[in-house]
């Protein structure tokens, strides 16, 4: 088993996106993720939406025909490798959140009740034969919860 491992770090790995830094590569992914949910019919609207009074980031922000018209704000994971962990297991409940506050302050714009969708994108560069990257899109990763209302015991 460690052989494996150490044979598995050697190894002719596939090569990386034509890329520097890792803040190339993420923007290479949000790129690759635009052109992906374009060729799905998605109008995008903004890419790397920021509040300055809130903390985090949006990497994108679409409108889905074929879903009601909705929101679809997604978050998108640029890995090398899925060797350590698939890259969707990155947006932790914190990166949750901070999505969920800020798509409440881009909706608050449209002053009405519009449905929205958080999507996670996970882009790998050139793992398919073909060469071309991998890209999983994972709708409705995760819904934004109710607060909870307390209730006495006759339900009121």
């Known amino acids: 088993m460690l052989w494996e491992r150490l044979k598995s770090w050697f190894a002719k790995k596939?090569?990386?996106?034509?890329?520097?830094?890792?803040?190339?590569?993420?923007?290479w992914g949000e790129?690759?993720?635009?052109?992906?949910?374009?060729?799905q019919g998605?109008?995008?609207?903004?890419?790397?939406?920021?509040?300055?009074s809130l903390k985090g980031?949006?990497?994108?922000?679409?409108?889905d025909p074929r879903d009601r018209n909705c929101l679809v704000f997604v978050e998108v994971k640029t890995r090398r490798s899925r060797d350590f962990a698939p890259a969707e297991f990155a947006v932790h409940s914190g990166k949750r959140?901070?999505?969920?506050?800020?798509?409440?302050?881009?909706?608050?714009?449209?002053?009405?009740n519009i449905p929205r969708r958080f999507d996670v994108i996970s882009v790998y560069p050139a793992i398919t034969v073909e060469?071309?990257?991998?890209?999983?899109?994972?709708?409705?990763?995760?819904r934004e919860k109710p607060r909870w209302?307390?209730?006495?015991?006759?339900?009121?």
Request: proline share 6%; charged share 30%; no cysteine.
């Open 149 to 156: 209302r307390f209730r006495n015991r006759w339900g009121r």
């Open 131 to 142: 060469g071309e990257p991998l890209v999983e899109h994972f709708p409705n990763a995760f």
């Open 42 to 52: 998605h109008l995008i609207l903004e890419r790397r939406y920021r509040v300055s």
């Open 14 to 27: 596939p090569p990386a996106a034509p890329l520097g830094d890792h803040m190339k590569f993420g923007e």
């Open 97 to 112: 959140r901070a999505i969920i506050r800020m798509s409440k302050s881009y909706a608050q714009r449209f002053r009405r």
């Open 31 to 39: 790129q690759i993720a635009a052109d992906f949910l374009r060729q």
């Open 57 to 63: 980031e949006i990497d994108l922000i679409t409108r």
